[in-house]
T-cell receptor, first 111, second 115 residues
Framework: KQEVTQIPAALSVPEGENLVLNCSFT??????LQWFRQDPGKGLTSLLL?????REQTSGRLNASLDKSSGRSTLYIAASQPGDSATYLC??????????FGKGTHLIIQP | EAQVTQNPRYLITVTGKKLTVTCSQN?????MSWYRQDPGLGLRQIYY???????DKGDVPEGYKVSRKEKRNFPLILESPSPNQTSLYFC??????????????FGAGTRLSVL
């Protein structure tokens, strides 16, 4: 059964820093990997989706990489801002079987 | 505006009283799914549907029912709710093909308390 682990569970950094969130998964036979953002009391917002054949995706200050063979993905956030404070969730799988989620990294950006 | 709409957003009920949480999407997505989110356990899939009249169990289907009579709607039914079904529920949808396939769009969530 697929298991997804996110490290660290929580992170607090000053505004302006570049940071990396880590995600690992146990079964490399994935369909895709997605990074989501969840704000308190709200739903999930898809940030980036990497298909299994891709190595990385970029959107603005966000860059996500995927190494299927090692079962790892990283989310890189450049020049962090207080508005980036949220919980970031990594999810693998996709297709008809849905997603297996990690438990998230709770990120706080200090002004 | 493209969206997934869940209702109600908050619900308090008592053990054994049947309830339905509705989910509707306006993006003509084939795939719809229900998840529950619990502290320390993360998000887990309850049921999913690949198209009208096609549904299948996820990781935690016990105590839940779903139906997919129309493409846009995917209600979650709790026939006899119990306190262990107190949770935050999310509905999601996506295309199964095309350039944006598998990007899942989530509703705002339904917070359910069963007393």
């Amino acid at each position: 059964k697929q298991e997804v682990t996110q490290i660290p569970a929580a992170l607090s950094v000053p505004e302006g820093e570049n940071l990396v969130l880590n995600c690992s998964f146990t079964d490399s036979a994935i369909y895709n990997l997605q990074w989501f953002r969840q704000d308190p009391g709200k739903g999930l917002t898809s940030l980036l989706l990497i298909q299994s054949s891709q190595r990385e995706q970029t959107s603005g200050r966000l860059n996500a990489s995927l190494d299927k063979s090692s079962g790892r993905s990283t989310l890189y956030i450049a020049a962090s801002q207080p508005g980036d404070s949220a919980t970031y969730l990594c999810a693998v799988g996709g297709g008809a079987d849905g997603l297996t989620f990690g438990k998230g990294t709770h990120l706080i950006i200090q002004p | 505006e493209a969206q997934v709409t869940q209702n109600p957003r908050y619900l308090i009920t008592v053990t054994g009283k049947k309830l339905t949480v509705t989910c509707s999407q306006n993006m003509n997505h084939e795939y719809m799914s229900w998840y529950r989110q619990d502290p320390g356990l993360g998000l887990r899939q309850i049921y999913y549907s690949m198209n009208v009249e096609v549904t299948d169990k996820g990781d935690v289907p016990e105590g839940y029912k779903v139906s997919r009579k129309e493409k846009r709607n995917f209600p979650l039914i709790l026939e006899s709710p119990s306190p262990n079904q107190t949770s935050l529920y999310f509905c999601a949808s996506s295309f199964l093909s095309g350039t944006t396939k598998n990007i899942q769009y989530f509703g705002a969530g339904t917070r359910l308390s069963v007393l």
